[in-house]
């Protein structure tokens, strides 16, 4: 299995900064397998909503909402991703979940997610 463990949340305020990081630990074997990492976000009575994912290849996808003021990037020989928070605004509150996806070993969809960390911005 793997363990996804996330740190780095807080209260900002508006246009402030915050770092998110997570930490991919547990079988060596099934994080060879995991082929894209992500954060997604969930506010109070929204749904879960995908902020950006990294492939292994390094492409990456952003929300609409976060371009140009969140960053994705990774650290491999950690297994660990971070997500830079720039210009933060009221409407980026919500707890953040970090997923990696990828297989079995055996071709069979694998999804991990995290605990989930709260990010507060306050106007």
């Known amino acids: 299995q793997v363990q996804l463990v996330e740190s780095g949340g807080g209260s900002v305020q508006a246009g402030g900064s915050l770092r998110l990081s997570c930490e991919a630990s547990g079988s060596n074997s099934r994080i060879n397998f995991i082929n894209r990492m992500g954060w997604y976000r969930q506010a109070p009575g929204k749904q879960r909503e995908l902020v950006v994912l990294?492939?292994?290849?390094?492409?990456?996808n952003y929300a609409d909402s976060v371009l140009g003021r969140f960053t994705i990037s990774r650290d491999n020989a950690k297994n660990t991703v971070y997500l830079q928070m720039n210009s933060l605004k009221p409407e980026d509150t919500a707890v953040y979940y970090c997923n990696a996806a990828g297989t079995d070993g055996y071709g069979r969809p694998k999804d991990y997610w995290g605990q989930g960390t709260q990010v507060t911005v306050s106007s």
């Open positions: 990294i492939r292994s290849g390094g492409s990456t």
